[in-house]
């Protein structure tokens, strides 16, 4: 749903202005030192970019899904690393907080998140559970007035620059399965919190992950995200499920970006006295390319209009997040080939896009789990 059609073209163009005039051009500078420049991170936040979908009452620009997906095709022609500063505010950081929080820790925790002033991030996944989310092992057992934290948490998202986690952790020792996960809000500095040393990954160099570890971490029951224990699993689920049309949203962007780079690339590059752009084997990678990605993009604004309209989009975010992840390492491949040896060395941008979306078939359930909700889903509504 677009609320007001005008206001969202200024936020657009605003937007494409600034990835075109400055997070493209610094793409480079962020790959080679693996940090954002301060000065870009306090740009992110005067355009507001840190509160997407903060609710206004919290200072957020509250965009609908329609919106939101328009704002992630645009700033994910930028290097990846961009988005995923903004991405756990916008999402898995915050979400739990604006969908099962209580009216104590929105207050005091989202107009924070969204002014850029406090960076969230999602503490799920464990050395030992991955896919298997449900089987996590951090415990979290009521002492007094505090919940003690035990257990690690592997490759989050922006950990090292995080001041608050939303955890999820088990509040019966007894009971298996996901019953028995609650979810936290926890503070940095809290006693016990330490990170692991920051993760050597494939791409998106200036964004990072570590580990989070908790060693009889107490954290204030006031911390209980909604003040319930046992329904963790769910507001987990329930921040999956936006963050998976988010991501699929910055697939398609992504993708964009390589394309229009290896069109320019086929119109300027020649071979046998013409441009490769000439070739119909070149022209079939670059036709195939854009066919994918328009059935991504058109897949992704039915499945936000749907989720504006009040559906249950838990099939169409994984058959979203599934299609435009593959589709987007498909485009990379083909965007590679087009450049020749170019697209191998790190003189263009898509050697680094290659690796940087490679990312997009693994987080936020990987394409194996998006075929698995799919299909569970499906059986579950014919019988
Ligand atoms: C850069 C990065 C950032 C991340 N950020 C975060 C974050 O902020 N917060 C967070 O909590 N997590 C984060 N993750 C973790 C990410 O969500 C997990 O890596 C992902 O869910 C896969 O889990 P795993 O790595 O344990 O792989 P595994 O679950 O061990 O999977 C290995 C392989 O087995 C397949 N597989 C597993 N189960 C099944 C099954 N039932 N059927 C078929 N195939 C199956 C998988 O598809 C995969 O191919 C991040 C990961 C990375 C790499």
Redesign the pocket.
């Known amino acids: 749903m677009i609320r007001d059609q005008e206001t969202l073209t200024l936020l657009l163009d605003s937007i494409a202005r600034f990835v075109r005039e400055r997070l493209i051009p610094n793409e480079q500078e962020v790959a080679d030192t693996d940090r954002i420049p301060a000065q870009l991170v306090a740009e992110m936040r005067d355009l507001g970019l840190f509160g997407l979908s903060i609710p206004e009452a919290y200072g957020g620009l509250a965009l609908t899904m329609e919106e939101e997906v328009h704002v992630a095709f645009e700033l994910a022609h930028a290097s990846p690393a961009f988005r995923s500063l903004i991405g756990t505010n916008n999402g898995?950081g915050s979400q739990g907080i604006v969908i099962d929080g209580t009216e104590a820790q929105k207050r005091h925790y989202l107009p924070k998140l969204a002014a850029g002033q406090m960076i969230g991030?999602?503490?799920?996944?464990e050395p030992g559970s991955?896919?298997?989310a449900g089987s996590l092992k951090t415990t979290a057992l009521l002492d007094g007035d505090a919940y003690v934290l035990n257990g690690s948490?592997r490759?989050?998202?922006n950990a090292p620059e995080a001041d608050i986690f939303t955890v999820m952790a088990r509040t019966d020792p007894v009971l298996t399965g996901s019953a028995a996960i609650s979810a936290f809000i926890v503070e940095r500095d809290t006693p016990g919190l330490s990170l692991g040393k920051i993760d050597r990954?494939m791409g998106q160099r200036g964004a990072h992950?570590c580990d989070v570890i908790f060693e009889d971490c107490r954290v204030p029951v006031g911390q209980l995200i909604g003040g319930r224990e046992g329904v963790g699993f769910k507001t987990a689920m329930k921040v999956l499920d936006k963050g998976r049309l988010h991501i699929a949203a910055v697939c398609v962007g992504a993708a964009e970006r390589m394309l229009d780079d290896a069109l320019r690339y086929a119109l300027e590059r020649e071979q046998f006295g013409q441009p490769i752009a000439e070739f119909q084997l070149v022209q079939a990678m670059l036709a195939d390319s854009k066919t994918e990605l328009y059935a991504a993009r058109c897949m992704v604004l039915d499945a936000a209009r749907r989720r504006d309209a009040g559906e249950d989009v838990s099939t169409e975010a994984s058959c979203c997040k599934l299609f435009a992840s593959e589709m987007c390492g498909r485009v990379a491949d083909r965007c590679v080939q087009i450049h020749g040896g170019a697209g191998y060395v790190a003189d263009y941008a898509v050697e680094r896009f290659y690796r940087d979306v490679r990312?997009f078939r693994?987080?936020?359930?990987?394409s194996?789990?998006q075929q698995?909700v799919i299909a569970r889903n499906m059986i579950r509504s014919a019988r």
């Open positions: 898995i991030a999602f503490a799920l996944t991955g896919s298997d948490k490759y989050i998202t990954k992950t990312l693994i987080y936020e359930g990987t194996q789990i698995l």
